[in-house]
Structures are given as structure tokens and as C-alpha cells.
């Protein structure tokens, strides 16, 4: 006996609803996974080619960076915003997100190390010490905002110990990161300003790195996951990425030491 219209219409039915859940289902299983990576200002070129090569290795991986200030990188966390990891440019910062329960200790690595730098711009004056910065030429410095960017407190740590900070803190350019004062001193728009000696590699063509500063607490960099991760897994997968081989020849490339 042929099969009824409705029969025949139940079945069309279940074959496409079938047909269409296999289609579906390749394409969810192909959704990326998304990692979000909260990182300091001066890692973000060599950053940005750790983490084209951890998407290289994992097609099915995307890491998207949010650059900023440390201090501003931890506001944003206190206030909610969707992170899986966190990587600043000195301990303190991340010793506070630890102390508020935003990160998992566990996970917590120390990767890279750099220097202060006091730079020039290429066609201006030149310092031969830090107190030659007294001089009348020297009218405007750049520095990292001491209350928000590790950067500018490892200055006034050393122009502390120097015995200058009450003289120059008139002269002072306040710079929302580190990346800021680079620019402001290769675009002549202050007269000498402090920056790490991985930012004065990158324009070496605009800037003299004058000298290295050293009268400050260790500039090291640490990393951990965010406790709210959406991908814990992938957040230690990447933490454990940034220790390869691969990546530490990188940031040595960029100008970082090994922690």
C-alpha cells in the first residue's frame, strides 16, 4: 500500500531536520576557541608573534591582546572585563590581582626581565649622566604616570635614589604607557624621557638610548590565568607556550632577558 501524504511528509521532515544537524554540527565543532590575553604595553610586538604562532600551532585557537598600562590592565579586571590571562610588567601589579583573588596562583610564572632607559631624541641633547638632566635644555621629561605605569615608578625610584625627583617632578610629561614616551621622544615633543630598553630598540633610527638605569627594584614580568577564564585550559596551554624554546627566542630577539 503506498504510504499516506502525511507519512511521506513526516519523513521529508525528519530527513531534512537530519540533514541539517549534520550540517551544524561540523560547523560548531569548528567555532575557534577564543583566548583573551591582558598584557603590558611594552610586550606587545613580541607578544603579538607568540601569539600568531600559538594560533600557527592550533589552527582551531584565536588569541585577541588588550594592551595597556599594568595598573590599568588590573582596573579593568577588578571591574569584570572577559580575560583569561594576564601578563604585566612588574610584580606588584599582579601581586595585588593574586591578593583579590582575581588570578589562579598556581599558574603564576615569571618569563622575562628588561631594563630602564633613559633616551634623547636623535637631533637633541645629550646627558653624560642622569644630573646633566638638571640642565636648562632639558626642559621637558618624559614619564610613564608613576600611579598607573610600572615604568614611570621604576623612574622615580631611580631619580629618588639620585636625590632629583622634587627638582624635575616640574618637567615631568606624564604618559598613560610607556609606548607613549617613546613616541613623544622620537617626535622630539619632549627633551629626554624613560623608557624600557626594549622600546628604545624599536627606534634606535629617532632616539639615543642614552644610558641604562639601574638604581630601581628588578623590572621583571609576570604572567597568570584569570580565576573567571572562560578557557582555563588554553590560558595554562598558552602560559606554558610563552616558557617554549620558540617564544623565549623571541622576546631575547625583541630585547628581553630570560627571568
Known amino acids: 500500500m503506498p504510504d499516506a501524504p502525511h507519512t511521506r511528509r513526516a519523513f521529508h521532515h525528519q530527513a531534512l531536520r537530519g540533514l541539517s544537524l549534520a550540517l551544524v554540527a561540523p560547523l560548531a565543532q569548528a567555532a575557534p576557541q577564543r583566548l583573551v590575553i591582558s598584557a603590558a604595553s611594552s610586550l606587545s610586538d613580541a607578544m603579538v608573534e607568540i601569539g600568531q604562532a600559538f594560533e600557527r600551532a592550533e589552527p582551531n585557537r584565536r588569541v585577541l591582546f588588550n594592551f595597556a598600562a599594568s595598573t590599568v590592565l588590573l582596573n579593568q579586571l577588578q571591574r569584570g572585563s572577559d580575560v583569561d590571562v594576564l601578563a604585566t610588567a612588574d610584580t606588584d601589579t599582579l601581586d595585588r590581582a593574586q591578593a583579590e583573588r582575581l588570578i589562579e596562583p598556581g599558574t603564576r610564572v615569571n618569563f622575562a626581565t628588561n631594563d630602564l632607559v633613559l633616551i634623547t631624541p636623535r637631533t637633541g641633547p645629550t646627558p ?42 616640574p618637567r615631568w610629561v606624564r604618559a598613560e604607557n610607556v609606548r607613549q614616551v617613546l613616541q613623544s621622544v622620537a617626535l622630539g615633543e619632549v627633551d629626554a624621557g624613560f623608557v624600557y630598553k626594549t622600546d628604545a630598540l624599536r627606534e634606535l633610527r629617532r632616539v639615543n638610548n642614552v644610558m641604562t638605569l639601574t638604581q630601581h627594584a628588578p623590572i621583571v614580568y609576570p604572567i597568570a590565568q584569570v580565576r573567571s577564564s572562560k578557557q582555563p585550559f588554553l590560558a595554562r596551554q598558552f602560559i606554558a607556550f610563552l616558557q617554549s624554546p620558540f617564544s623565549q627566542a623571541t622576546l631575547k630577539r625583541q630585547g628581553f632577558d630570560a627571568a
Not at 636648562?136 to 610613564?144: N, V
Not at 610600572?150 to 622634587?166: D, S
Open 128 to 169: 653624560t649622566s642622569l644630573q646633566d638632566v638638571l640642565r636648562p635644555e632639558f626642559k621637558r621629561l618624559g614619564i610613564g604616570n608613576p600611579a598607573t605605569v610600572p615604568a614611570g615608578r621604576y623612574a622615580e625610584q631611580v631619580l629618588t635614589q639620585a636625590g632629583l625627583t622634587e627638582m624635575l617632578r
